[in-house]
């Protein structure tokens, strides 16, 4: 059954010292869910999956009704038509990659032979697909595990935290396939994760899930930095996130010059082709502040700035600049007062290039 192109997620599952009680709409073509372990995420896409009974759920995706007990409509699992790539990849070890592809095909609508075509060009995976999956490499698996989903043309495609079982490097080289199937192909995604970096580089709207219920919910940068979730957050390593672009080759001692949608330059230290797309991280607590402009020093980057706001939070005091990019800088309660730091105030952001970490 179809209706518009909203979703809403609105599940009531009752459990023995937890509860799941989640009342969420949106319309952006990416959702994410955030939140920490327990924090009730998989649960939630179980129900979205079928494989529970809530007490009460109205679940509705892209348009697309799969439950609503006010009507008594609840589809069967097997007729949801959902794209699901769970936390570690369930690829069947028996078929090389195309036959772990083709068995994602046998459940697609429409062009079926196009859309395996698009998922194989969109994942690079085209050179893999007479390989064993015991020869594929755990980004390779992840890979695999996507284009088998998007094989099977399905109506969302649900994402349980896909890229939690590989180490940082791995995880910043898949990375980047997720952002090609956002930005290529018409499928709305519904992704769980527990890292901050994914929730803003996917984008779209984010709902924070904490103890079974929604804390928050709007835009990644709005949401992970405001007062409610920040503490969880940062516990779960938040930080500045930015998509740029190569801009100019470095030396083996320099790194390479990048820059940003909004014209923000940064040296960072790795050797990167020119015109390549990149995700930089800058912890909070690595920025620092000066009120006058620095000379003499070893950091690469300092960056012109104005402070929009300061908030004091446990811990230390979250300073928003404006730096032709929004940036959070985290400080003592003392380099604050000693800066004078207020909203408008004029101050440089200096940024080590070794400080920077590329998530993408």
């Not at 999956?49 to 589809?75: K, M, N, Q, T, V």
């Not at 015109?275 to 980057?301: M, T």
């Amino acid at each position: 059954m179809r209706s518009s192109g909203d979703s809403l997620l609105h599940v009531l599952l009752p459990r023995p010292g937890f509860s799941l009680n989640v009342e969420l709409s949106w319309r952006d073509r990416v959702a994410v869910i955030f939140g920490p372990s327990g924090s009730g995420k998989t649960t939630l896409f179980e129900c979205v999956l079928g494989l529970h009974s809530p007490r009460r759920a109205r679940i509705c995706l892209a348009g697309y009704w799969l439950d609503d007990f006010e009507r008594g409509l609840r589809l069967p699992t097997e007729q949801r038509q959902l794209g699901w790539v769970p936390q570690a990849p369930t690829l069947f070890p028996h078929l090389n990659v195309l036959g772990n592809l083709r068995f994602g095909q046998e459940r697609a609508r429409g062009d079926a032979p196009a859309i395996l075509r698009r998922a194989i060009d969109v994942l690079e995976i085209g050179h893999l697909l007479t390989r064993r999956v015991a020869e594929l490499s755990g980004g390779e698996q992840s890979r695999v595990a996507l284009a088998r989903a998007i094989a099977s043309s399905p109506r969302v495609l649900l994402l349980d935290e896909p890229l939690s079982a590989l180490d940082l490097p791995l995880r910043a080289r898949v990375l980047p396939y997720l952002l090609r199937i956002r930005d290529e192909l018409d499928l709305p995604m519904l992704y769980i994760t527990h890292d901050p970096d994914e929730a803003i580089l996917l984008g779209g709207s984010v709902a924070v899930l904490n103890e079974g219920s929604v804390i928050a919910h709007g835009s990644a940068r709005e949401v992970l930095w405001s007062q409610a979730v920040l503490p969880l957050s940062e516990a779960l390593g938040l930080e500045n996130v930015l998509d740029a672009r190569v801009l100019a080759e470095g030396s083996e001692s320099g790194g390479c010059t990048v820059e940003t949608d909004h014209g923000l330059r940064l040296v960072v230290p790795w050797l990167l082709d020119v015109g390549a797309k990149v995700s930089v991280g800058l912890p909070a607590h690595d920025l620092l502040l000066a009120v006058d402009e620095p000379r003499g020093i070893s950091a690469r980057n300092v960056i012109p700035a104005r402070v929009a706001r300061c908030e004091q939070r446990e811990g230390g005091v979250f300073v928003h600049v404006d730096a032709g990019e929004p940036l959070v800088a985290k400080l003592t309660t003392g380099a604050v007062e000693r800066l004078g730091l207020a909203a408008g105030s004029r101050v440089f952001v200096i940024i080590k290039a070794q400080a920077i970490r590329r998530v993408g």
